[in-house]
Antibody, heavy 121, light 108 residues
Framework: QVHLVESGGGMVQPGKSLRLSCAASGFPFTTYGIHWVRQAPGKGLEWVAVISHDESKIYYGDSVKGRFSISRDNSKNTVFLQMDSLRTQDTATYYC??????????????WGQGTLVTVSS | SYELTQPPSVSVSPGQTARITCSGDALPDQYGYWYQQRPGQAPVLVIYKDTERPSAIPERFSGSNSGTTITLTISGVQAEDEADYYCQSADSSSSSWVFGGGTKLTVL
């Protein structure tokens, strides 16, 4: 059974940093890319970042490019999202999710429960 | 950047048919996907590859594609279908994934 468990959320002041973790189990983690998707309170879903299984491919959404950094530790089945220079607009629930690849695209099949990040002074 | 456009809301009475559209320039070239999200829960896939339905999803959910627009159709809407629905695709030129803005389905 696939499990994705996010942690590390909380309240932080604008301009500060926070590091989220996504612990995975129940599937061959070292062969899967992992994505982060976020959802601001009462708003829609926004894709944030992806890291390939071997870290050779990393991509970011435009709103976080240059401020967020995704990485992974395959020995611990964990993906990280380092969030720097946080803004109030980054307030959201952050989900980690796996992608079922179909051609050049695919869909997000397994999701964690999410971790809430609140950026406020 | 690539965008997917959905209506903010759709309302139907129980037993009627709900149709939710999603428009995007790349949809003729990339598959579209649909998710249902209930309050406080993670999204759940209801349609993949424009028209395919996961085995756990009721038959009343269906999808179609007409070029730059994909449509999620829920036939015989039930109260439990009240939720937010999101379309999703990808922009292969920029290696980014895109969600529509979401549509709130209200069952009257």
């Amino acid at each position: 059974q696939v499990h994705l468990v996010e942690s590390g959320g909380g309240m932080v002041q604008p301009g500060k940093s926070l590091r989220l973790s996504c612990a995975a189990s129940g599937f061959p983690f070292t062969t899967y890319g992992i994505h982060w998707v976020r959802q601001a309170p009462g708003k829609g879903l926004e894709w944030v970042a992806v890291i390939s299984h071997d870290e050779s491919k990393i991509y970011y959404g435009d709103s976080v490019k240059g401020r967020f950094s995704i990485s992974r530790d395959n020995s611990k089945n964990t993906v990280f999202l380092q969030m720097d220079s946080l803004r109030t607009q980054d307030t959201a629930t952050y989900y980690c999710t796996t992608l079922c690849t179909i051609g050049a695209t695919g869909y997000f099949d397994y999701w964690g429960q999410g971790t809430l990040v609140t950026v406020s002074s | 950047s690539y965008e997917l456009t959905q209506p903010p809301s759709v309302s139907v009475s129980p037993g009627q048919t709900a149709r939710i559209t999603c428009s995007g320039d790349a949809l003729p070239d990339q598959y579209g996907y649909w998710y249902q999200q209930r309050p406080g829960q993670a999204p759940v896939l209801v349609i993949y590859k424009d028209t395919e339905r996961p085995s756990a999803i009721p038959e009343r959910f269906s999808g179609s594609n007409s070029g730059t627009t994909i449509t999620l159709t829920i036939s015989g809407v039930q109260a439990e279908d009240e939720a937010d629905y999101y379309c999703q695709s990808a922009d292969s030129s920029s290696s980014s994934w895109v969600f529509g803005g979401g549509t709130k389905l209200t069952v009257l």
